[in-house]
DNA sequence: CGCGACGTTGATTTGCCTCAACGATTGTGG
DNA sequence: CCACAATCGTTGAGGCAAATCAACGTCGCG
């Protein structure tokens, strides 16, 4: 019944005190749709698996704009890296756009896990490798694409998404207004 | 005379052993102004780390248009992750825009580096870690702010690269076009 | 039912781009 | 050592993609 473990065995597989040790720093939360998992208040450093729903990760400006940083559906990690590993506070938000099943691992716990376990480091390394090309794809397109092609990039990549995700918030994580969205959508039926 | 050994030294002091195979696998490479490291031809899997000087990271458009991913100067890493960690190749290109001096490390070398002396996982997660979180700020500029406020930003947090970047190079990173970078320069200015 | 959240559409505005021209600077070859 | 070309930054005029502002239809839910 632990996702999080099975996930993790598809890289590594866990000793019997690893798996133990996993549980005991992890603690499962049930959320519900709208729910908030971390929010300007609770500048907690946790890490956050996703068993099974969605969540979404964002940042809010002062004249309150949301900007989508992340989605993230099963067996994706969302986090926020600002707030864990550089000297600013809790920028991001961290909301569930479904009934989502999650894990919550301190960061602190998990250091502690890391240096109990360094075989897990590799494991660790190779997805944040990964993710770092995710990101520069993404600044990639942010520079390069308009607004149309950035949502048929988008609809492509995330497909697994899109019935889980109103369409202001693709908006937000594709940087443009869901305006502009709604009218590049009604394009692209059109053809 | 191995700035490499050195950086690293500062997370993690090296064994004699560790410090010969690193030597092994670094070849050392002095570049002129304009020079390439990487291109599309050479799809080489390789990162770079810099010991002097400042190289840039950039992508081409079918219509010829540049643009940056990233600067870097000394003890920094850059990369072409997208080729290294995707299935896509070369996207990027990798020059000096100064004499430098860089230590370039074949990923394969590397690969095999890590599984022998697995101590040295820690220090590389905890730069990837740092560099998620910087991409992180990265997207979230792109997405919030105007070119000038994008500007502003970047000659404060980059201030080290100011003199040696040309304006087109900086307005390729940010987003904007010279002229526009121009006029939010002249409107700073006037202020 | 009635309210609020969401998507759409229209009218208008605007920030930035495009295109074009022109100095300033650098460097290169005759 | 100078003439010339190339590169880079700047400025102006005009255009356009996307934002803004506003209104309205629809759907789901308390």
Not at 84 to 107: G, R
Not at 117 to 128: G, T
């Amino acid at each position: 019944m632990d996702e999080l473990i099975e996930y993790i065995e598809e890289g590594l597989s866990l000793s019997e005190d690893m798996k133990r040790d996993l549980k005991e720093i992890s603690k499962v939360k049930h959320l519900e749709k709208g729910e908030m998992v971390l929010s300007e208040k609770s500048s907690r450093k946790i890490q956050i698996f996703v068993a099974s729903g969605c969540l979404r990760a964002y940042h809010k400006t002062e004249n309150g704009k949301d900007h989508t940083i992340q989605f993230a559906v099963k067996n994706w990690w969302i986090s926020d890296y600002i707030t864990l590993f550089t000297k600013q506070n809790s920028v991001l938000y961290i909301e569930s756009l479904s009934h989502s099943k999650v894990f919550l691992l301190e960061q602190a716990s998990l250091e502690k896990f890391y240096s109990k376990y360094p075989e897990f480091e590799v494991v660790l390394r190779k997805n944040l490798e990964k993710r770092v090309a995710t990101l520069q794809k993404r600044i990639l397109g942010l520079l390069t694409l308009t607004a149309k092609e950035k949502y048929q990039k988008f609809i492509e990549e995330y497909e697994v998404f899109e019935r889980l995700i109103p369409n202001y918030q693709i908006a937000s994580f594709l940087g443009i207004t869901p305006e502009s969205l709604s009218r590049v959508r009604k394009e692209i039926s059109h053809s």
